[in-house]
């Protein structure tokens, strides 16, 4: 158990929608990265935040969108939802923004119909 | 820009070989290196980290990995497969961009470990 919780671990929605997953990093840490991984993609990084502010961005679409809150927690947002949008996506943790391990949640596992 | 390469989308064994997963990276500064590990249904769970210490990482479950600078490498062996070592094993490299340092992740590669 890495101390990373992913909520929720499985979601089926239509096409069109919007959905919210869930992350509650590791205790103590500050920094939050999201992760899409996908058959075809790999393990793509989307963003990442530290202590509430965004610090890096990646390939994020804009349909996407994600905020950290003041207790740490994170919420990633997608909205507009198409098939191409099913893959696992992964929070991620660690202390600080730079050079320390990050420690992945066990993902949500996101499936458009 | 940094990239990391990991050749063989699948690797087999027979359980008791060796284990010889090859990581090739790009990086413009002296990057920190990872290699983490995927069961079935879990997330990535980190197996050992290169923060340029030593050369020679050991990390959990017997595995082991040699950064090489002039060969860009960071490949990962074990002496010894055992039938638990089956899994997707990722490669990733982490250097500064923007005062952040966001690891990049190889392709993954699935280890396949024969009775």
């Known amino acids: 158990d890495s101390g990373v919780t992913q909520t929720p671990k499985h979601l089926i929605t239509a096409t069109g929608q919007r959905v919210t997953l869930r992350c509650s990093p590791r205790?103590?840490?500050?920094?939050v990265y999201w992760y899409q991984q996908s058959l075809d993609q790999g393990l793509q990084f989307l963003i990442q935040?530290?202590?509430?502010?965004?610090?890096a961005k990646g390939n994020i679409l804009e349909r996407f969108s994600a905020q950290q809150f003041p207790d740490l927690h994170s919420e990633l947002n997608l909205s507009s939802l198409e098939l191409g949008d099913s893959a696992l996506y992964f929070c991620a943790s660690s202390e600080q923004s730079s050079g320390n391990t990050i420690y992945f949640g066990e993902g949500s596992w996101l499936t458009v119909v | 820009a940094q990239s990391v390469t990991q050749l063989g989308s699948h690797v087999s064994v027979s359980e008791g070989a060796l284990v010889l997963l090859r990581c090739n990276y790009s990086?413009?500064?002296?990057?920190?290196l990872f290699w983490y590990v995927q069961y079935p249904n879990q997330g990535l769970q980190l197996l050992l980290k290169?923060?340029?210490?030593?050369?020679l990482v050991k990390g959990i479950n017997g595995f082991e990995a040699e950064f090489k600078k002039s060969e860009t490498s960071f490949h990962l062996t074990k002496p010894s497969a055992h039938m638990s070592d089956a899994a997707e094993y990722f490669c990733a490299v982490s250097e500064p961009s923007g005062g952040s340092y966001i690891p990049t992740f190889g392709r993954g590669t699935s280890l396949i470990v024969h009775p």
């Open positions: 290169y923060t340029s210490a030593a050369t």
């Open positions: 205790s103590g840490d500050l920094s």
């Open positions: 935040y530290y202590n509430g502010e965004e610090r």
């Open positions: 990086s413009s500064v002296p990057p920190y």
